[in-house]
């Protein structure tokens, strides 16, 4: 029998993966990293929080009469996730870690637990499908066929190797599927809400996880205008992204928004809407996916968010890991350190990288 190793989360998601990896035919094996410890009060959660996902996780593979393993992975969550988040918010970036714990963690402690327990297969209960070209060899990630929670976004980063030996279950399944799957084989976490964007900040104050996970005070500085006029005073570079407008504790007469941040000078730019969009994105350390290059421009659509609603453009490599996007139309906000993602028409995922 085949064997795989199912990564339990504790929500619903891994949960009814394991399942169908059962149904499948795969002898499975379920495992659950501690990426950080939800008692310590700088992540925020609140007191009756600590300890529901990986009883919960561990329920489920009790149910299934599936082996469970614990691993402790906080200290390379640290180094590779937080570490990053914050240095990137103090470079003038905004972060995107859910990209950085699956290309650094996740996946690749999967597969070092799957060949130390003989499993072919690593199963996630991530919303996309795998695919494979036969005429160019090469694996490939498309969305799922819920749009809506389709996450191929967050998966760009993979190697050929990982996608080869990773399923995903939930491909053709909607989110009310899935909970009713789970409510159907009476899952501990049947009822339990998703997960938000970012797991490790529970009360979604950056500032305030930043300045207590390094023990700094980021100084105050000047809010400038596109002409260099200075409009008023900020409270720390790290409390700003690009395309922000509510928090900006100013009154202008007429809404402004984050266009830029200066690290030198310790200045925050300030626009109008109409004058955060730009045709040009440029991308490095750059993970082909479906293809090992491009050969000339190639035209693609193109997310430089999880939110956004990916847009018609070309696409040229301009280096070994670096390639320039063109849109068809300006795009609003493009912000240094998140991810943009490349598709071709058929929803198949060329690529992505980092926008800098």
Avoid: W
Avoid at 131 to 136: C, L, P, R, S, T
Avoid at 213 to 221: F, L
Wanted: glycine residues 8%; neutral net charge; hydrophobic residues 35%.
């Amino acid at each position: 029998m085949k064997k795989a190793l199912i990564a339990m989360s504790g929500g619903i998601d891994s949960s009814v993966t394991a399942l169908l990896m059962q149904e499948k035919g795969y002898d499975c094996i379920g495992i659950n990293f501690k990426m950080f410890d939800k008692s310590d009060a700088l992540f925020g959660y609140p007191l009756n929080e600590y300890h529901s996902d990986v009883e919960d996780a561990q329920s489920v593979c009790d149910k299934l009469n599936m082996p469970f393993i614990y691993h402790d992975a906080s200290l390379h969550f640290r180094k590779h996730v937080i570490d990053n988040f914050i240095k990137t918010y103090e470079k003038g970036g905004t972060p995107n870690p859910c990209v950085q714990c699956n290309k650094h963690i996740k996946f690749k402690l999967l597969l070092d637990f799957a060949d130390k327990y003989g499993c072919e297969a690593i199963a996630t209960g991530h919303y996309a499908e795998r695919g494979f070209n036969k005429e160019d060899g090469r694996y490939y990630i498309k969305k799922a066929k819920d749009l809506k929670k389709d996450q191929s976004y967050f998966l760009y980063c993979l190697s050929q190797e990982q996608i080869k030996r990773t399923v995903f279950p939930l491909s053709e399944l909607s989110k009310d599927e899935v909970r009713a799957i789970a409510e159907k084989n009476g899952f501990v976490n049947a009822k339990k809400s998703d997960s938000q964007d970012i797991c490790f900040i529970h009360d979604g104050d950056y500032g305030r996880f930043i300045r207590e996970a390094t023990g700094k005070m980021y100084p105050k500085g000047k809010f400038i205008s596109c002409d260099g006029d200075v409009l008023g005073q900020h409270n720390g570079i790290i409390n700003y992204t690009i395309g922000q407008r509510k928090g900006l504790g100013i009154a202008l007469g007429q809404p402004m928004y984050v266009k830029n941040k200066n690290i030198s000078d310790n200045s925050v730019m300030l626009s109008d809407d109409k004058n955060l969009y730009e045709n040009e994105v440029n991308i490095e350390d750059f993970n082909f996916v479906s293809k090992d290059k491009f050969s000339g421009g190639v035209r693609c659509t193109a997310k430089i968010r999880y939110r956004h609603t990916e847009q018609p453009a070309a696409a040229f490599q301009t280096g070994d890991n670096e390639v320039k996007i063109l849109f068809d139309q300006p795009q609003r906000a493009p912000a240094k350190g998140q991810s943009a993602v490349l598709y071709d028409n058929n929803g198949i995922v060329l690529g992505g990288g980092i926008i800098v």
